[in-house]
Structure formats: structure tokens, C-alpha cells
């Protein structure tokens, strides 16, 4: 079954993935090699820094996905946003294609690398009483939660998904993030591998390598089903009903922060 990749800056011009139709063009042709059948277009919205249009991302969508028929790849474009988490989010937000993902009740939210709001849970509950589903991108790459896994096992056991970056898992961002990433995928923390693709260098559009290292970890079947199975429920817009996840080692469990 081909690939699912839910994270990608693949649209030109939009951040500081794509820069061009060519570039563009040349991540597409890297995803169909290495398995890939569908990508979701997710360029950062950030208020005050890249405030994308949902209509913007469509048209871009559109264009691309032609372009990539004219070269003859055999890849399906689909809209969305990597949305950072902001105080007026839950307000700001809307169910539509190029703002949730292809349109459905699942939303790719971002977090600071650097610190963690005290609005997270507050804002994550506004998002679940509108009907949103969040997905936390990259949450490996964060360095309070690295800090305290606690953090995320309290919003994963609130119905939060998380999606783990393809290039955490073979070491790209160093040994901390990919330990921090193996410990959400043996303990039920992490439910979809993206590749969160900005090029075709280091954080390029591939799964393939990612999905062979949670095969020695959590076996062939639930790794392949990160990439196929759970990112396609997704976009067809299912209600998901995952496992709870299991306890962190007692080293994980910190003094838990309160957020409220």
C-alpha cells in the first residue's frame, strides 16, 4: 500500500520548505520514489510571520497537483496547515480545506521548540469542544517535552494524536530527539510518521527508512500502519479510537507542570 505523508512544506513559496515549482517538483519525484502515493501540503501558519490563506493553499495545491501529472507522478496533492498554537486559535480556526487537513475534523498543530505555553491544555480543550481533533507535530523535537514526557502523555490520554517526524527517528536532529522519539513509539505516544519534508537534503519527503526503524521497535504491522492505515482514516475523516498509552519509565515521570 503506497505512503501517507500528513506533514509536508512542499508548496513553493510559502516558508522555508519549497522555494520554487522546481524544488517542488523535485520533493514530489523523492516521495513517489521512496513509496510515496499521497502528500498532504502543510505549510506553517504563524500569526504575524507566514499568514497563509486557506484559498491560497487550494490554489497552490491545484497548480502543483498538475504539475505533477504533467511529469507524470503518480501522486495526490491534498491541502492543509501546520498551524501554531496561539491564545485566539480556537476562535481563529476554521474546518476547511487548507486549513484542517484536507478539510477534515483533524488539525496539525505546532508547539515552540523552545518553551511551552501555559495555554496548551486550555487551547487543546477549546479545539476538542469546536469538534477538532489536534495532531501535535514533531512532538519529540520539543525541548519541554523531552524535558518531561509527562506533558504529552497528559494530552495523548485527553484524545490529542501525535505525529512523529521521519527524520527524529534515524537520528537528523541528534541522539536526544531520537531517543525521545523511540520512547513515544514504544509507549503508545506517537500514532503517525510524517516526514515534515522542507526539501530533498536531510529533511527530504522519505518514510521508507523511518518505517524500518519502528519495525524493530514496535514490529512490521503497526509501523506500516503509521504511514498507510492511520494517516488514511485520517483524511477520510474517521473517528479514531486508539489504544491509551502505557505508563512512562519512572526516569520520564517529572514533576508535572501545572498548566492552567
Same mark, same amino acid.
Given at each position: 500500500m503506497p505512503y501517507i505523508d500528513l506533514h509536508s512544506h512542499i508548496l513553493p513559496g510559502f516558508d522555508d520548505g519549497a522555494q520554487d515549482m522546481a524544488q517542488a517538483? /523535485?520533493?514530489a519525484r523523492m516521495a513517489v520514489a521512496d513509496g510515496v502515493g499521497r502528500i498532504v501540503a502543510t505549510?506553517?501558519?504563524v500569526e504575524g510571520v507566514w499568514m497563509q490563506l486557506p484559498s491560497a493553499v487550494r490554489e497552490s495545491v491545484d497548480r502543483l497537483q498538475t504539475a505533477c501529472q504533467d511529469d507524470g507522478l503518480d501522486l495526490?496533492?491534498?491541502p492543509g496547515l501546520e498551524v501554531y498554537i496561539a491564545p485566539d486559535l480556537p476562535r +481563529?480556526? =476554521?474546518r476547511e480545506p487548507g486549513c484542517t487537513l484536507g478539510g477534515t475534523r483533524y488539525l496539525l498543530l505546532e508547539f515552540p521548540l523552545q518553551q511551552y505555553p501555559h495555554y496548551v491544555e486550555q487551547i487543546v480543550f477549546e479545539l476538542q469542544v469546536a469538534g477538532l481533533v489536534p495532531i501535535i507535530a514533531h512532538p519529540e523535537r520539543y525541548t519541554a517535552?523531552?524535558?518531561n514526557p509527562q506533558l504529552l502523555y497528559t494530552l495523548v490520554e485527553r484524545?490529542?494524536?501525535t505525529q512523529l517526524t521521519a527524520a527524529s527517528l534515524v537520528g537528523v536532529f541528534g541522539s536526544e530527539v531520537q531517543d =525521545?522519539? +523511540?520512547l513515544f513509539l514504544t509507549h503508545g505516544l506517537a500514532h503517525v510518521i510524517a516526514s515534515d519534508a522542507h526539501g530533498i537534503g536531510q529533511r527530504s519527503p522519505r518514510l521508507s527508512e523511518a518505517v524500518a526503524v519502528a519495525a524493530e521497535l514496535i514490529?512490521? /504491522?503497526r509501523a506500516q500502519a503509521m504511514v498507510t492505515d492511520m494517516p488514511a482514516r485520517i483524511l477520510a475523516d474517521e473517528r479514531l479510537f486508539v489504544p491509551p498509552p502505557e505508563p512512562l519509565p519512572r526516569h520520564s515521570k517529572r514533576r508535572r507542570w501545572r498548566l492552567w
Open positions: 517538483l /523535485d520533493m505549510p506553517h501558519s495526490v496533492i491534498v +481563529r480556526i =476554521t517535552v523531552i524535558k484524545g490529542v494524536l =525521545t522519539a +523511540r514490529g512490521e /504491522d
